[in-house]
């Protein structure tokens, strides 16, 4: 069973960072994606990056490129998202999911598995 746990979030100041993570647990194929999605109150939403294990392919949304970074350490099936120069725009719920397939980008509808989420709060 794939299971997904977010951590790192919280309250931080406009122009701040934080680094978001990801652990990951009952991936069976030695490919999968991990995608970081998050969902501002009242909106809909967003894929924000996501990162393939089997050569570090890597996709950046517009809106945070720039700010934020992806990686991933697959010894511990670990995905981080740095995220630099926060803004208020940038409050939400951070979710990671797993995917397994070939490359699903930010497509919500490609990861079945998902997290609980991580809330972020930008302000000051």
């Known amino acids: 069973q794939v299971q997904l746990v977010e951590s790192g979030g919280g309250l931080v100041q406009p122009g701040g960072s934080l680094r978001l993570s990801c652990a990951a647990s009952?991936?069976?194929?030695?490919?999968?994606?991990i995608g970081w999605f998050r969902q501002a109150p009242g909106k809909e939403r967003e894929g924000v990056s996501c990162i393939a294990s089997s050569d570090f392919s890597f996709h950046i949304a517009e809106s945070v490129e720039g700010r934020f970074t992806i990686s991933l350490d697959k010894s511990k099936k670990m995905v981080h998202l740095q995220m630099n120069s926060l803004k208020p725009e940038d409050t939400a719920v951070y979710y990671c999911?797993?995917?397994?397939?070939?490359?699903?980008?930010?497509?919500?509808?490609?990861?079945?598995?998902w997290g609980q989420g991580t809330q972020v709060t930008v302000s000051s």
């Open positions: 009952g991936l069976t194929s030695d490919h999968y994606v």
């Open positions: 999911a797993a995917s397994y397939n070939v490359w699903p980008g930010v497509v919500e509808d490609e990861y079945p598995y």
